[in-house]
């Protein structure tokens, strides 16, 4: 019996002792279980906040999860000092293969994540051209719609590539829709983001560009006619530089009305001299032409030759204030000695009234030509 006792004495302690302790330890088992749990939802939603894109991308774009992860959690944190907060190195980190993942159409969550943000950070929308995933072609199309320039070179890339009827219909019109010197640039800039092959297609805004003689030309030129089915097009069957040429004939049509009206004013004064001359003989104003004559062709060299570019601190205006006050003086003294010269040797008054005229026109034509130089615009 004391045996028997002893044992279910034991017993009794070990059941009263020790199953609350157990009970104790499951509770809390249970409960680091439960916080466990709840930390591990709390992580995975926070992954899903941050880069709900990445958990959905294929195994193909390990570099650009992590590329994109980066951005996203930088923009989360505010941190504008780091370089995970550029977008643009989204798209520098694509490799081929994700790339062709991406236009397969096994990265859409990719899409999801740069369209999202897009409103709080505008140069998402030259990333999402540059990397062309079709599930924003929509938006692309949108935003080329609304003329965006900013993002218009890789933009208009992605219409190129991926719609080329979009592109036709949208960024076509833009590029030749003025010449000369309203020519858009961005031809060039699209051109040299293409293949050789691919520029062939752009081979119709050259033919405009030559045909309205647009300033930048020459170097779409060089840039659009370097594949062999290009060479062999009407486009590139002329001359690579012609802007020179263009050039120097816009030089002249700018200053040929100067140079006319100086000249014209030159012989208008000599025939006026001449016919005065001759129909009232002695009688002509011979003192008074020459004397102005004298004047005006004076005054006209002092200024020309004071008023030429200058090297010095003060720069032309100090020029153009000398020259105001010298040419007026030259003027006066070189009308003098005309008025004492003309009034001792009368018979030399109508020489020296059409030596003045050419002198007022060869200086007048010479300084409005080197005024100006060959440019086209």
Same mark, same amino acid.
């Given at each position: 019996?004391?045996?028997?006792?002893?044992?279910?004495?034991?017993?009794?302690?070990?059941?009263?002792?020790?199953?609350?302790?157990?009970?104790?330890?499951?509770?809390?088992?249970?409960?680091?279980?439960?916080?466990?749990?709840?930390?591990?939802?709390?992580?995975?939603?926070s992954?899903?906040?941050?880069?709900?894109?990445?958990?959905?991308?294929?195994?193909?774009?390990?570099?650009?999860?992590?590329v994109?992860?980066?951005?996203?959690?930088?923009?989360?944190?505010?941190?504008?000092?780091?370089?995970?907060?550029?977008?643009? /190195?989204?798209? @520098? $980190? %694509? &490799? =081929?293969?994700? !790339?062709? +993942?991406?236009?397969?159409?096994?990265?859409?969550?990719?899409? #999801?994540?740069?369209?999202?943000?897009?409103?709080t950070?505008?140069?998402?929308?030259?990333?999402?051209?540059?990397?062309?995933?079709?599930?924003?072609?929509?938006?692309?199309?949108?935003?080329?719609?609304?003329?965006?320039?900013?993002?218009?070179?890789?933009?208009?890339?992605?219409?190129?590539?991926?719609?080329?009827?979009?592109?036709?219909?949208?960024?076509?019109?833009?590029?030749?829709?003025?010449?000369?010197?309203?020519?858009?640039?961005?031809?060039? /800039?699209?051109? @040299? $983001? %293409? &293949? =050789?092959?691919? !520029?062939? +297609?752009l081979?119709?805004?050259?033919?405009?560009?030559?045909? #309205?003689?647009?300033?930048?030309?020459?170097?779409?030129?060089?840039?659009?006619?370097?594949?062999?089915?290009?060479?062999?097009?009407?486009?590139?069957?002329?001359r690579?530089?012609?802007?020179?040429?263009?050039?120097?004939?816009?030089?002249?049509?700018?200053?040929?009305?100067?140079?006319?009206?100086?000249?014209?004013?030159?012989l208008?004064?000599?025939?006026?001299?001449?016919?005065?001359?001759?129909?009232?003989?002695?009688?002509?104003?011979?003192?008074?032409?020459?004397?102005? $004559?004298?004047?005006?062709?004076?005054?006209?060299?002092?200024?020309?030759?004071?008023?030429?570019?200058?090297?010095?601190?003060?720069?032309?205006?100090?020029?153009?204030?000398?020259?105001?006050v010298?040419?007026?003086?030259?003027?006066?003294?070189?009308?003098?000695?005309?008025?004492?010269?003309?009034?001792?040797?009368?018979?030399?008054?109508?020489?020296?009234?059409?030596?003045?005229?050419?002198?007022?026109?060869?200086?007048?034509?010479?300084?409005?030509?080197?005024?100006?130089?060959?440019?086209?615009?």
């Open positions: 019996m004391s045996s028997a006792y002893a044992a279910s004495h034991d017993l009794t302690d070990f059941g009263g002792d020790s199953l609350p302790s157990m009970r104790m330890g499951a509770v809390g088992a249970g409960a680091l279980l439960a916080v466990g749990v709840s930390f591990t939802s709390v992580a995975l939603a992954s899903d906040i941050e880069g709900g894109a990445v958990l959905a991308a294929p195994t193909s774009c390990a570099a650009e999860q992590f994109l992860r980066s951005y996203v959690t930088a923009v989360r944190k505010g941190d504008m000092v780091s370089g995970a907060h550029d977008p643009a /190195r989204i798209s @520098e $980190a %694509l &490799t =081929p293969v994700c !790339r062709e +993942a991406i236009q397969n159409g096994r990265w859409p969550g990719l899409t #999801t994540e740069l369209l999202a943000r897009v409103s950070d505008e140069s998402l929308k030259g990333v999402i051209c540059e990397i062309a995933p079709p599930e924003a072609m929509a938006a692309i199309v949108e935003w080329e719609t609304a003329g965006d320039a900013a993002y218009d070179r890789p933009c208009a890339v992605a219409l190129f590539r991926h719609r080329r009827e979009d592109f036709a219909r949208l960024v076509l019109p833009r590029l030749g829709a003025a010449g000369g010197c309203e020519f858009s640039d961005l031809t060039l /800039r699209v051109g @040299e $983001a %293409l &293949t =050789p092959e691919e !520029r062939v +297609a081979l119709p805004v050259l033919d405009f560009a030559t045909r #309205t003689r647009a300033l930048g030309r020459d170097q779409l030129f060089g840039v659009l006619c370097q594949h062999p089915a290009a060479r062999a097009q009407v486009a590139c069957q002329s690579e530089a012609m802007e020179p040429e263009w050039a120097h004939q816009a030089r002249v049509k700018r200053v040929a009305p100067g140079i006319g009206l100086h000249v014209g004013l030159a208008l004064f000599g025939l006026a001299a001449s016919l005065l001359r001759y129909f009232r003989g002695n009688a002509w104003p011979a003192v008074r032409m020459s004397v102005a $004559a004298t004047v005006v062709v004076s005054a006209t060299i002092a200024w020309i030759l004071m008023t030429r570019p200058s090297s010095s601190f003060f720069g032309d205006s100090l020029n153009v204030v000398y020259a105001m010298v040419a007026p003086l030259v003027a006066l003294v070189a009308g003098g000695i005309a008025w004492a010269f003309t009034r001792a040797v009368r018979g030399a008054a109508l020489p020296w009234c059409l030596g003045h005229a050419v002198l007022y026109g060869t200086f007048s034509a010479v300084h409005a030509w080197m005024g100006t130089w060959d440019r086209l615009c």
